[in-house]
């Protein structure tokens, strides 16, 4: 449940960001990517950027340009709440998360993530 309150308050900074970030919409500027964030048991949601805007959706989360796949739901919410890009990094040597697809698009995701932070507008 925590982890679906997370993608749900993501999609909402990511949509909000889109449109009121001007460093924000610069870097998404002439991208137009599918990202998938879910649990090994298929829990999650895409985030869908097109256009200078974001969407997102809780339908087929088996095609994405790239998917995050966490292990479980809960460490997926402690991984992302803490706001430590390290535990990201933990996270997946221990193979508690995995990406799937393309991994430049993976890392361009994790970068557009850390722009919404307040150091970062």
């Known amino acids: 449940m925590k982890f679906k309150l997370l993608l749900f308050i993501l999609g909402q900074k990511l949509k909000k960001a889109a449109k009121k970030n001007d460093s924000f ?15 090994a048991t298929g829990q999650g949601k895409a985030f869908i950027i097109q256009d200078c805007s974001v969407s997102t959706s809780s339908k087929d989360l088996s095609s994405a340009d790239a998917a ?7 460490t997926a919410f402690s991984v992302l709440s803490s706001g430590d ?20 698009d993976f890392m361009w995701f994790l970068t557009a993530l850390s722009k919404l932070s307040p150091q970062q507008n």
């Not at 500027?29 to 998938?36: A, L």
């Open 85 to 104: 890009d390290e535990a990201i990094i933990a996270a997946l040597t221990e193979k508690k998360l995995q990406s799937e697809g393309n991994y430049k």
């Open 68 to 74: 995050l796949i966490w292990c479980d739901g809960n």
């Open 25 to 39: 919409r610069k870097f998404i500027k002439g991208k137009n990517i599918r990202i998938v964030m879910k649990t």
